[in-house]
């Protein structure tokens, strides 16, 4: 999944918060609820507009990012 699939960012959606493609669901909600111990299904089914595949996807960049990070501060 493409990223401009996964995550928007729109002055009038939110104020310009970031949410899930086609929603006005926080990208923050998810790691609050992941934060607080809650999984994943627990937020879909709260937020059944965000679909499975752009919440994984989301967490996935995320662990990419932090996995280029900790190989950057190695070498």
Do not use: C, W
């Amino acid at each position: 999944m493409k990223r401009e699939q996964i995550v928007q960012r729109h002055p009038e959606i939110l104020g310009g918060t970031p949410v899930f493609v086609g929603t006005r669901v926080p990208i923050q909600t998810l790691v609050d609820y992941l934060k607080g111990g809650e999984r994943l299904e627990d937020f879909l089914d709260v937020f059944p507009s965000v679909s499975r595949a752009q919440a994984e996807a989301f967490l996935e960049i995320g662990l990419e990012s932090a996995l280029q990070e900790t190989n950057a501060h190695i070498a």
